[in-house]
């Protein structure tokens, strides 16, 4: 049995998708994606002009995970304009989202408009925890810039779900902190949690660091983060309540863990270090391993999971 899911108005096939940085920059790997078992297409986060973005080495996997420092490479807005335009003509089927990331709030209405305003984006996540742009804090972390910037988006006239992709909180505090500035806008959902920041991997054998920009801090996905994307995915419900869809992204590499996330209460699920590792064919393999897994529990509905984390 496949479990489909929504957003809002938009329609999923399945309950996994791409998370916005690995293998979704070039229209060959979106293309790739539309191909996939993915149920949605999430771009590269862009901004208003092309980016080379951070020097090589800038991404290494490791065991655990991933660290990376790309800083925002990307083909800028008006490419992706054009790209969604070609994947929409080709695969009318799976939703369009787009990730948009500025350098200060004009940039962010000047994306926001234009992927309002274009026929074949369904969804525009906002990227307020993009890291690796060198030394402008995330705006998620400011809290003060992050009210303004939302008054300003939610000012733009549109019809199309407007969520934002979230850092990783380490204290309730903040996490709460966020949670009453989203209150306050028509926020249609938030995904939890973008890669954790500023980390150092060193290989002892080369006794060298792993990536070159930045003084050698990057950011960290796959097994080392699960925990934490857990935890902000089950506050975030717990400070929001029903009336924001929470996307969970963290350390997911199996059916399992996908599982876990519905049961912290993320409704969909994006895949980030696992589609760098295994490409698209992990999107398969995880649908299958996660449908095998409600059939062994006797599950034939996803709310019977998304609600059912049992409490201490
Ligand atoms: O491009 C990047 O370095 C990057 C971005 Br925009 C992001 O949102 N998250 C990340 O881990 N890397």
New binding site residues.
């Given amino acids: 049995m496949t479990f489909s899911a929504k957003l809002w108005n938009v329609s999923f096939p399945w309950v996994v998708y791409n998370s916005?940085?690995p293998r979704c920059t070039t229209l060959d790997e979106l293309k790739a994606l539309w191909n996939s078992e993915s149920s949605a297409i999430l771009m590269k986060?862009c901004s208003p002009l092309p980016r080379d973005?951070?020097p090589e080495p800038r991404y290494k996997e490791v065991e655990l995970g991933s660290i990376?420092?790309?800083?925002?490479?990307n083909h800028g807005y008006k490419k992706y304009l054009e790209y969604a335009a070609e994947l929409k003509s080709e695969f009318p089927d799976k939703p369009i989202s787009v990730s948009i990331?500025g350098f200060c709030p004009e940039d962010f209405i000047e994306l926001v408009e234009a992927f309002q305003n274009d026929e074949n984006v369904d969804i525009l996540e906002i990227?307020l925890?993009?890291?690796?742009v060198v030394w402008k804090p995330q705006i998620a972390y400011d809290f003060e810039a992050s009210d303004e910037l939302l008054s300003k988006i939610f000012a733009v006239p549109g019809s199309k779900p407007i969520g934002f992709?979230l850092p990783p909180y380490f204290d309730p505090v903040h996490t709460e902190m966020m949670a009453n500035i989203l209150k306050k806008y028509p926020v249609n959902f938030i995904t939890c949690i973008?890669?954790v920041?500023n980390t150092l991997i060193i290989d002892p054998e080369t006794e060298s660091p792993l990536i070159a920009p930045k003084w050698w801090l990057g950011?960290l996905?796959g097994d080392y983060v699960k925990p934490v994307a857990l935890a902000n995915v089950r506050m975030f419900y717990k400070l929001l309540g029903e009336s924001v869809t929470i996307i969970g992204c963290g350390g997911i590499k199996s059916g399992v863990d996908v599982f876990e996330h519905l049961l912290a209460w993320a409704s969909l699920v994006q895949l980030g270090t696992v589609l760098w590792k295994e490409d698209v064919a992990c999107f398969e393999r995880i649908n299958k391993e996660f449908e095998e897994y409600m059939s062994m529990k006797w599950y034939t509905s996803l709310n019977q999971v998304i609600w059912k984390l049992k409490e201490l």
């Avoid at 990376?68 to 490479?73: D, E």
């Avoid at 925890?129 to 690796?132: G, L, T």
């Fill in positions: 916005s940085g986060s973005g951070n990376n420092s790309i800083g925002l490479a990331v990227n925890s993009c890291p690796n992709k973008n890669s920041g950011w996905g």
